[in-house]
């Protein structure tokens, strides 16, 4: 029963469209800060990755002086 439900529930997150987050620059307002926020934390906890890989993820969905503060932490 246990492997069944797990499957179930695997096979129904796929179905849901993937979280995509847009660019972000810094020059946004607060709200669009937090939306953009949780569709980011969405598609990192999604998936099974490294530390680095979140960074690199966090990286590709930056622009501007955002992307600028990232790079210093790589």
């Not at 939306?35 to 622009?63: G, M, V, Y």
């Amino acid at each position: 029963d246990q492997i069944a439900e797990a499957l179930a529930k695997v096979t129904q997150l796929q179905r849901l469209p993937q979280a995509k987050p847009d660019i972000f620059t810094g020059e946004e307002k607060d709200i669009k800060f937090f939306i953009w926020e949780t569709a980011l934390d969405a598609l990192i906890d999604a998936a099974p990755i490294s530390t680095r890989q979140k960074l690199c993820l966090l990286f590709q969905h930056l622009e501007g002086k955002a992307k600028l503060v990232v790079e210093q932490l790589q």
